[in-house]
């Protein structure tokens, strides 16, 4: 069955200390991949995306995301994080033309300041 | 940004009840609608998906009867679970997504909390 891996259920950091989230899918097949993140008491919001093209991925909040389709990966990344990174992370796939979203089960990040 | 608005926030109800949840597109037009439901410290997981004036489009094991779903306009979706009992308490989030593109994204409400007594 398709599903989506995040294996980094709590994560727990430092400000400045550098972030890299996993996230791996199982489908052969062509994928949209997405991040999204909800920050506490707010809804899921789209970090990042990738349809593709360049599979390095820039997206908001100095976050960026890598492509690797020999690994089905899709990992999160951030050079420096930041007290208001602390938040639920959420990496979700779509699979071929298929407009239904299937996320992983979440990583909760909390900064330490 | 395009909001979606989801009400209640949180509802709390004896069992046996039906409680209705709304999903509305605020400044989108959203023709296709998702429901999920989250467990605690779990993952999403779509229940169905609905498309304008159609008939929705449920997930293996959800029940079409239990958990049925209206989207009558571009802007609304309804969610009413029928006769709702305690193990159908959980956090009830809805999407839509605008146009027909694949480049268009869901954009997410804030969710439902639903406890049944």
């Known amino acids: 069955a398709q599903s989506v891996s995040q294996h980094n259920h709590h994560v727990i950091l430092s400000e400045a200390a550098s972030l890299e989230l996993g996230c791996n899918y199982s489908y052969g097949g062509t994928v949209n991949l997405f991040w999204y993140v909800q920050y506490p008491g707010q809804h899921l919001q789209l970090l990042l995306k990738y349809f593709s093209g360049d599979p390095l991925v820039k997206g908001i909040k100095g976050f960026e995301a890598e492509f690797i389709k020999s690994k089905f990966s899709f990992n999160l990344r951030k050079p420096s994080v930041q007290w208001s990174d602390t938040a639920e992370y959420f990496c979700a796939v779509r699979m071929d033309s298929s407009y239904k979203l299937i996320f992983g089960s979440g990583t909760r990040l909390l900064v330490r300041p | ?117």
């Open chain 2, 1 to 117: 940004g395009a909001v979606v608005s989801q009400h209640p926030s949180w509802v709390i109800c004896k069992s046996g009840t039906s409680v209705k949840i709304e999903c509305r597109s605020l400044d989108f037009q959203a023709t296709t609608m998702f429901w999920y439901r989250q467990f605690p410290k779990q993952s999403l997981m779509l229940m169905a998906t609905s498309n304008e004036g159609s008939k929705a489009t449920y997930e293996q094991g959800v029940e079409k009867d239990k958990f049925l779903i209206n989207h009558a306009s571009l802007t609304l979706s309804t969610l009413t679970v029928t006769s709702a009992h305690p193990e159908d308490s959980s956090f009830y989030i809805c999407s839509a997504r605008g146009g027909q593109g694949d480049n268009q994204p869901q954009h997410f409400g804030d969710g439902t909390r639903l406890s049944i007594l």
